[in-house]
């Protein structure tokens, strides 16, 4: 029977108002097609304002940058994405408050962001209440950690996921590096904030197993401009080295500090830092400054039996020559977490759909995925996925960043 002998039989039996939508699903007409192209929508929210916009800004512009290359390919399954961003501002209180409007308003399936390692733990709870996957784009550990630690109830984190190295494979990488050059004596300089203290507790607790003492910390607010007292006192403790453990414009301040009271030790900075901002706002005292990141920084020196190389090259040739997006923010080692982020959602939402329970199991089983910062391998143990071989050693030389041994 042909469609117009359905609709005519239909019209007989006075049901075609009913019949006539089943109808035209089974024949594959429009309707089908209607339903296939809605939406998937995924929350993105980042401190698009306050003192860490200049890390939140442009890692929202590479999450649309994704998006769009995704949509042009034909979404996921034949679904376009709908990003759904949000502000906030950096401050704890106001991710808490995106989030939920993303769920009860927004009725998104997923969530990548925060900034801010302080924004991604006070969210963390409403996270696993909702069952929603996020990849956060945090550095810190603490929210992907479970149980307790001390004193510290880092509760759940089965919806958790991060695309950022933890802290901990950063610290390896630091520690490995003193190892190596035979510098055992180490200072702290640690910001007062929770990817700060996440920092330290790596630092103390690995060190021993590297054979290196920590002679000395001192403490500091995120928002401090000098942190000359706190440098002085660590110098007079005799270290070789001294590791900073902070993000954003602190860092810059601690290396011109460093510099200004004339210390020679080496100053090393955590994995937050590699970004040409660093080195413009530190001027010629962040000269010498020794920091690990990603293959990002340095992609060029990459060999092309390196499976990132590719992947990278790609992403460089979007930011920097089709959305000009490097002439405001330069790319630095934040610039492809974003990326990555939305690259886990969509590989497991191309696999077993959009269903969040289903999407949380496929992030949870990823095997191999070649993305900027890394190849991720995760498991129920390891919701980041990413080791120690993912990143490099840098320095500043002549103004620029190099790779080092």
């Avoid at 409007?101 to 302080?118: L, N, W």
């Avoid at 690990?292 to 390196?306: G, I, N, R, Y």
Wanted: aromatic share 6%.
């Amino acid at each position: 029977m042909n469609f117009a002998s359905m609709f005519r039989a239909a019209c007989r039996l006075g049901v075609a108002a009913l019949a006539v939508p089943a109808l035209l699903l089974g024949a594959g007409l429009p309707a089908a097609t209607a339903q296939a192209a809605d939406p998937v929508k995924i929350g993105a929210f980042f401190a698009l304002s306050g003192p860490t916009a200049p890390v939140g800004t442009p890692t929202k512009l590479v999450a649309q940058m994704f998006v769009d290359k995704v949509n042009k390919e034909g979404g996921i399954n034949g679904r376009p994405i709908e990003l759904v961003l949000g502000d906030t501002e950096g401050d704890p209180t106001k991710a808490v408050l995106t989030f939920k409007r993303f769920v009860s308003e927004e009725k998104v399936v997923a969530v990548i962001g925060p900034t801010r390692t302080d924004e991604g733990m006070a969210v963390k709870r409403q996270i696993e209440s909702s069952g929603i996957p996020t990849v956060m784009t945090v550095g810190g550990d603490p929210v992907i950690m479970e149980g307790k630690l001390g004193n510290m109830d880092f509760g759940t984190a089965r919806s958790v996921f991060k695309s950022p190295q933890r802290s901990s494979t950063a610290v390896r990488k630091v520690l490995g590096y003193l190892k190596k050059h035979d510098l055992t004596k180490v200072a702290l300089l640690i910001s007062g904030d929770n990817f700060g203290q996440d920092g330290e507790r790596w630092l103390r607790s690995l060190a021993p197993e590297y054979g290196i003492e920590i002679v000395g910390t001192e403490q500091f607010k995120p928002t401090d401009v000098d942190m000359k007292t706190q440098l002085t006192a660590l110098a007079g403790k005799g270290p070789q080295a001294v590791v900073c453990w902070t993000i954003g414009p602190a860092g810059a301040l601690v290396s011109k500090n460093h510099h200004a009271l004339g210390l020679t030790m080496p100053l090393l900075q955590c994995h937050g830092l590699p970004d040409p901002a660093y080195i413009k706002l530190a001027g010629e005292a962040s000269e010498g400054d020794l920091m690990p990141a990603t293959k990002l920084m340095t992609w060029e020196a990459l060999p092309a039996s390196d499976p990132q190389k590719k992947v990278i090259a790609e992403f460089v040739r979007l930011y920097r020559d089709e959305y000009k997006y490097d002439a405001q923010y330069p790319i630095n080692t934040h610039s492809g977490y974003a990326w990555d982020a939305l690259l886990l959602l969509v590989e497991a939402m191309r696999k077993v759909g959009t269903e969040p329970a289903k999407v949380r199991d496929a992030l949870e089983a990823t095997k191999g995925l070649v993305g900027v910062s890394g190849v991720f391998t995760l498991g129920p143990q390891d919701h980041n996925g990413l080791g120690e071989d993912s990143m490099v050693m840098l320095q500043v030389k002549g103004g620029k960043f190099v790779m080092v041994e």
